[in-house]
């Protein structure tokens, strides 16, 4: 393979610029960030008329949920329906509180709940409905809310992996929708969270609780802008992540991107004591300047790009995801794929610097450790949220990619499928339901 055929492009980029890194090391050494005022105008700049909800920064998403559950104290044993797929930490938030999670499967075309199954889910110990969209499509929570108002549960919409501008920045009847600027997301300052809440006793509740918490360190946040720094030059510089990985992989047969996964982990270690931080006043000080800072013209760049590839992809033996979503955005570019292990491997071969664990997303599984109660505890399994994760490929198409090399990836995987010559097609997942003590349940395969 000659090396002028290389994509350089990989499918993770750090969406900042040196600019952005640099301002964050000034305000961690140099000047001294006013903490109270940036909350401020964090709080004044998220506070839009279409949604008026209170405004709380946090060091992350899985620090706001925490919260929620450490104000909210709910009885051992509650259960939380949350959309099955989800980084693992935030099903270790809920569960570390005594709380069962309780998986909802996720339709491949619009990436949202499966609504019609959420009624059969719900038992006197369900408390809250945890919801995400995934990969940057939005779906409308309007069933979810409906459902959920009827029997007084708590609404969380997960938006870490959507935000995409102040014109829509969560439904405001969401109880809490959770935003994240961690390091490979959108206008990423390399940390921080915002939360949007509805109800002003819950917001006062959780704010108190939070003022208490100790604050992140400058010198800690520092430490990871420079760690970062060194992922932003493998990540976004095109002769590393496109001849210098084609070398790396193909010669020296070193998974790069599994150590550049493994270096963006938010919290490696101590978990529960590093997320129990207020941020630092450098991490508040970027997180103003990234949201000042926004243009949604150059956030219409990548959302260009993505739907014209989408326009390209067109081959019986690849399965879109989210392609039917009310807003499709694209922090990352999925396909589902029969063998994908064998798709990467042919991709690689070529240039194309595709990948499978991008990111930490995985399946939420049902719990199976209370089957003396198996009547209460059958759930639908979420089988399709179960062939995304075990099919997803991760393209190099993002907004960082001239069209000229996203056309030729679209190329190169059209030659590649068409080797594989099978048609790949959405199995048929839902199983017959039945009704145990009057509630629809799925119906358990024979074991003989």
């Known amino acids: 393979m000659a090396l002028v055929g290389v994509v ?8 900042a ?3 952005d890194i640099l301002s964050g090391i000034r305000d961690c050494t140099v000047s001294s960030p006013d903490r109270q005022l940036n909350t401020r105008r964090l709080q004044k700049i998220w506070t839009t008329a279409q949604n008026p909800n209170h405004v709380l920064p946090c060091l992350s998403v899985r620090t706001g949920l925490d919260l929620f559950l450490t104000v909210k104290k709910f009885p051992p044993g509650s259960e939380i329906i949350m959309s099955a797929i989800n980084i693992p930490d935030m ?3 809920v569960r570390h509180h005594g709380v069962r999670v309780i998986p909802i499967d996720v339709h491949i075309e619009t990436l949202s709940p499966k609504v019609e199954l959420l009624e059969g889910l719900i038992t006197e110990r369900t408390v809250a409905v945890l919801v995400a969209h995934l990969y940057g499509k939005w779906f409308d929570m309007s069933e979810v809310i409906d459902i959920a108002r009827r029997h007084g549960l708590y609404v969380l919409e997960d938006c870490a992996e959507g ?8 439904d405001p009847r969401s109880d809490i929708a959770f935003f994240s600027f961690g390091v490979i997301k959108p206008s990423t300052a390399f940390g921080g969270s915002i939360l949007k809440i509805k109800d002003s006793e819950l917001f006062a509740a959780m704010n108190e609780a939070y003022s208490l918490y100790p604050t992140q360190s400058s010198l800690e946040y520092m430490k990871k802008l420079l760690k970062y720094s060194v992922a932003t030059v493998g990540l976004n510089w095109p002769f590393l992540t496109g001849y210098g990985v084609f070398v790396v992989q193909n010669v020296l047969g070193i998974d790069h991107q599994k150590m550049w996964i493994s270096l963006l982990r938010g919290f490696p270690d101590q978990f529960f004591q590093k997320i129990r931080q207020q941020p630092s006043a450098g991490l508040l000080s970027l997180l103003v300047h990234r949201c000042i800072g926004f243009r949604q013209k150059s956030f219409q760049v990548g959302v260009d790009k993505g739907r014209h590839a989408d326009m390209l992809l067109k081959n019986p033996s690849m399965m879109k995801v989210g392609d039917k979503a009310d807003n499709r955005n694209y922090w990352l570019f999925p396909i589902l794929v029969e063998k994908p292990d064998e798709v990467i491997d042919s991709l690689c071969k070529k240039g194309i610097n595709a990948y499978r664990g991008a990111t930490q997303l995985n399946v939420i599984e049902p719990h199976t450790d209370t089957s003396h109660q198996l009547s209460e505890q059958l759930t639908h399994y979420p089988e399709e949220a ?3 994760i075990d099919h997803v490929v991760y393209l ?3 907004k960082r990619v001239p069209y000229y090399y996203i056309e030729r990836v679209c190329k190169g995987l059209e030659e590649v499928l068409q080797k594989h010559g099978t048609v790949f097609q959405k199995p048929c997942f839902e199983r017959p339901l039945v009704v145990l003590n009057g509630k629809p349940a799925p119906k358990l395969p024979s074991k003989l």
């Open 8 to 15: 350089p492009y990989g499918s993770l980029f750090i969406d």
């Open 17 to 19: 610029s040196w600019r």
């Open 396 to 398: 190099p198409i993002h």
């Open 386 to 388: 179960r062939f995304i």
């Open 91 to 93: 099903a270790r938030v």
């Open 163 to 170: 935000f995409c501008g102040f014109e829509y920045i969560g």
